[in-house]
Every structure is written in structure tokens, then in C-alpha cells.
């Protein structure tokens, strides 16, 4: 079958209750992962379509059943339906929102391009065939003593534990900075998102070190990434008056032109008068 629509082809918008097959596939992945525990997945194509293949997590729904499928659910609950093109699952969608689930969304696109989608984040996170990073005779004593405490797996230093949270991401939200270095270095996975959909670098503007922002920026994190808001890293400093911040990752090339799910900018979030001058100048 010839998939014509692109995975990015949309926006997510919470308001309107769709998702881009990329935001879809990333919920998928941080659920399989248990960071984002629970997670309702809905298959609204025919009988025949489903049982020939299937998200795994998806279960099939139809005009008949959606009543008791929704009356099952807690409705703290995100939902996330598909169908063949994006058509039919937006109104399935704007149903579980009519019931007041407060986070549906209808993938754009349909199946074929999720599939597409998870395919790609899948070969991405593994690099094909990478093992998980693990502590080793060469981990210095303070890194091994920091996954005790905080109960990370030794063996698979890309695990999540409380709230989704890498061991990179609890050492940039410590303000850890040597530790990052070792984990960087022990080559974890630097674009895992915890259960809010937050990045290590949303975590270490948390803290509002710059040495930690700017080194996770020199090994490669997604600057832009949103979490499960629509919010970057830059909206949040905005928000929350850390005009320094918002100096630096502008400086490093965060986009302020980006909107959240709400369909407002880090010029729109603006919370003091420096951070406005900023992003307006930026803008």
C-alpha cells in the first residue's frame, strides 16, 4: 500500500484533538517504556483491516461499543485513536472529548503513517542494533553510588524510573554535572522524554545551570523538543521569568516561534518585562 501523507504532515493540537503520527509514536514508546503508565489505544478500521495487523497496545472500537469502551476508561486516561487516514478517528475522538476526556487525539494520517512513524523512532533509539549503556569497571565511584540511590538499573542506564526519569535526566535536574559527563560518555540515549513528555534539557533549565544547558546542547539534545504540552524548553524559562535562560538557549538556536498545544508562543508565555524584550527582539 502507497502511504502518501508524511508523518509530520500536521500539528499535534490538543484543541483539536489531533495528533502528528511522530507525537503518536512517542507516546506509544514512552508507555512500552512505563513512563507514561497509562495509555488507551483505539483501532476504529474494519474487522478485517485489524485482525491483519495492529498497533500491538490497540484495541478495536466501534460505533456499538463506544459507550461501554468509554464508561471503562478513567477519564484522566489519554486516548489516542486511529483509523485508515485520520478521518474517521477524529470524530471517535470528539466523542471520548463530548464523555470529558480531557487528552484525545485522532493520529493524522492513519495507521500506515504511525507505523511508518514508530518504525522510525524505533531504528532511531536502538541505532539498529545498539545494546543499552551500562555501568562498567570504568564508572567511577560516584556515578555507581548515584544509580543506588535512586534504584536505576546498572545494566541498562537508558531505563526510567520515578516520574519517567532517565539517570540523565535525575542528574540534570540535580545539577550534576560530572555525572552527565560519565553518562554522555557511557552513551545514553540523550533523547529520552520522562512521563510529562520533558527532555534532560527541560530538566536542567529546572535547575538553571548553564553549564549543564550548554553541555546537553553540545552532545545533541533536541532544543525545540515539546513535551506532552506542546511546551519546549524555551516556553517553559519564559513562563517562569529566567531571562537568562531564555538569552542562552535563543542564543543557541531554540526557536521562538514554536506553539504549544494551546497555540501559544514563548512570546505569548512571557511572565517579566526582560523575557518579553527577548523574544520580541528574537521574534
Known amino acids: 500500500m502507497t502511504v ?10 490538543r484543541q483539536d484533538h489531533r495528533i502528528s503520527a511522530v507525537d503518536a ?59 485508515y487516514h485520520g478521518n474517521a478517528s477524529r470524530t471517535y475522538a470528539q466523542w ?8 484525545v487525539y485522532s493520529v493524522d494520517g492513519g495507521y500506515e503513517v504511525l507505523v511508518t512513524a514508530l518504525d522510525t523512532a524505533l531504528a532511531t533509539r536502538s541505532g539498529g542494533h545498539r545494546c543499552p549503556p551500562a555501568a562498567d569497571d570504568a564508572s567511577s565511584p560516584q556515578l555507581i553510588a548515584f544509580l543506588v540511590e ?26 550534576q554535572a560530572a555525572l552527565i559527563a560519565e553518562l554522555l560518555a557511557h552513551g545514553v540515549d540523550i533523547s529520552r522524554r520522562n512521563m510529562d513528555g520533558n527532555n534532560a534539557l527541560w530538566l536542567a533549565c529546572y535547575n538553571g545551570s548553564h553549564e549543564l544547558i550548554e553541555r546537553l546542547i553540545a552532545a545533541g539534545v533536541n532544543i525545540d523538543q515539546q ?27 531554540a526557536n521562538p516561534k514554536l506553539k504549544n498545544f494551546d497555540d501559544f508562543s514563548a512570546l505569548d508565555l512571557a511572565a517579566s518585562l526582560d523575557c518579553l524584550k527577548l523574544l520580541r527582539k528574537a521574534a
Request: overall charge negative.
Open 4 to 13: 502518501h501523507a508524511s508523518p509530520r504532515a500536521e500539528l499535534t493540537s
Open 96 to 103: 471520548f472529548a463530548d464523555f470529558r476526556f480531557p487528552e
Open 25 to 83: 509514536a512517542d507516546m506509544l514508546l514512552r508507555h512500552r517504556d512505563g513512563v507514561l503508565p497509562a495509555l488507551a489505544v483505539f483501532d476504529v478500521r474494519d474487522e478485517r483491516s485489524f485482525a491483519a495487523a495492529h498497533i500491538p497496545e490497540a484495541t478495536r472500537l466501534t460505533e456499538a461499543d463506544f459507550a461501554l469502551r468509554a464508561r471503562g476508561l478513567a477519564r484522566t486516561t489519554p486516548v489516542l485513536v486511529y483509523c
Open 150 to 175: 535512586y534504584g536505576f538499573d546498572l545494566d541498562d542506564l537508558d531505563a526510567p524510573r520515578k516520574h519517567g526519569l532517565t539517570p540523565l535526566m535525575r542528574a540534570a535536574l540535580g545539577g
Open 227 to 253: 513535551n506532552g504540552n506542546g511546551a519546549s524548553a524555551l516556553m517553559y524559562v519564559s513562563s517562569n521569568s529566567k531571562p537568562d535562560l531564555v538569552k542562552l538557549l535563543l542564543e543557541n538556536g
